[in-house]
């Protein structure tokens, strides 16, 4: 879990440095595009981190399990 807490907390800290720049006036105007532009890479880490590092769940959909934070629906 610590390997997509990181992932996470990365994504959010980039999340935040494009919001910066992109409000801001202190920043070139050619830098929000550039970190829109990478923002697919870093969406792509952290999908595939995420899916190599998860534990899957072991309810099943088709035993009435919809959402893991529920109980089973009738």
């Not at 070139?28 to 899957?56: E, K, Q, R």
């Amino acid at each position: 879990m610590d390997k997509i807490k990181f992932a996470i907390i990365i994504s959010f800290v980039y999340l935040g440095f494009y919001i910066l720049t992109a409000a801001s006036t202190l920043f070139p105007v050619w830098l929000p595009i550039l970190l829109f532009s990478a923002s697919p890479v870093l969406m792509l880490y952290v999908v595939f981190t995420i899916l190599t590092n998860g534990t899957p769940s072991e309810r099943k959909f088709d035993e009435g399990h919809w959402y893991e934070d529920r109980e089973k629906i009738s």
